[in-house]
């Protein structure tokens, strides 16, 4: 997934209930490619990092029809990983490592930008007729944000059930970290954990959480009540640090994503496709990129159609703390 987005505009409205903070964030419409759109719920103007977790996309559900679909050429990214979760559909993922994986449900693939990788992500012309999907990235703390880059797909992660006695099922798939007693294999950077859920209509059930991590849910699918909010679809409820538990239910059925992680500590650059400390090092990226400096090697030859990056901003870009002070 690439940024493409020149004018952020979001909608955001306020909710306190009885049981701690409470903020439901609609994710705005951004345009991807010239044809399709999607919806992005972080960062949020007032809420830009759930952990480590810096980006929040939500693709379909499309039906594919004669259109393309998913025609994100070859780009950079940098101090990130992306973490690729389809819901439905196929989509090829190619980097400059020589990586070529199709992307598929129940799939996670995680690439480590690091230092610096090129890939593309296409929808190649026999896939399924139908997309969905999300696309998540974590900021890489500053101690590994230059690592080696790396790619990595794990088929076999672990499955949730937590709904409560009596009632339809809670069920899903852990994707990175620690919940619920179960443990993801994914290699992670920073104390967080990423789940997908999915509630039967008529279901309840209570998340055993860490109190240090902050947490969000975003529905895909459907709706649901998360603590005392009812959240539809593209819209993400932050529920803040200080819970033991996370309170589910839904009475039409619904699906959703759940995140969480220790607080950020650090205030980052995000630019583009990059992650950084300071303006300078963001043009220093935006520079390599433009000239294919060594740091991003091409993803099949230099020939190959990529996304040129957009001019820089003519004010300095200033790192940014995860959360927006008196917000
Ligand atoms: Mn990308």
Request: net charge negative; with cysteine; proline share 8%.
């Amino acid at each position: 997934m690439s940024d493409l987005e020149t004018r952020p505009r979001e909608q955001v409205c306020r909710s306190k209930a009885g049981h701690g903070e409470q903020l439901l964030i609609t994710a705005r419409r951004v345009p991807l490619g010239k044809t399709t759109e999607l919806a992005r719920a972080l960062p949020d103007r007032q809420i830009r990092m759930i952990g480590a977790w810096c980006f929040l996309d939500h693709y379909g559900p499309e039906e594919l029809g004669t259109s393309p679909g998913m025609q994100v050429w070859a780009h950079p990214h940098t101090g990130l990983q992306t973490v690729s979760w389809l819901l439905e559909g196929e989509v090829e993922h190619r980097d400059s490592l020589g990586s070529q994986a199709m992307v598929r449900p129940d799939e996670l693939n995680i690439m480590t930008a690091g230092h610096g990788i090129v890939h593309s992500e296409i929808s190649q012309p026999d896939r399924p007729p139908r997309l969905h999907g999300v696309q998540l990235w974590v900021a890489l703390p500053d101690g590994v944000r230059d690592v080696e880059p790396r790619f990595e797909s794990y088929a076999e992660l672990p499955d949730l059930a937590l709904g409560t006695n009596g009632t339809a099922g809670i069920r899903g798939k852990l994707l990175l970290g620690e919940l619920a007693g179960q443990r993801s294999p994914a290699i992670t950077h920073s104390p967080l954990c990423g789940a997908d859920l999915t509630l039967e209509p008529g279901s309840t059930g209570t998340v055993e959480v860490d109190p240090a991590y902050e947490y969000g849910t975003f529905v895909v699918a459907g709706s649901a009540r998360v603590e005392d909010t009812d959240v539809a679809v593209d819209q993400l409820v932050y529920l803040g640090t200080g819970r033991s538990e996370i309170r589910l239910r839904s009475d039409q059925g619904g699906r959703m994503i759940l995140l969480g992680g220790e607080p950020f500590g650090e205030d980052i650059v995000m630019w583009w496709n990059f992650i950084g400390r300071s303006h300078d090092e963001i043009v220093g990226y935006r520079t390599a990129w433009e000239h294919r400096d060594v740091r991003f090697s091409p993803v099949v030859s230099r020939d190959e159609k990529v996304m040129e990056a957009p001019p820089m901003p003519t004010v300095a870009l200033k790192p940014r703390p995860p959360r927006r002070v008196g917000g």
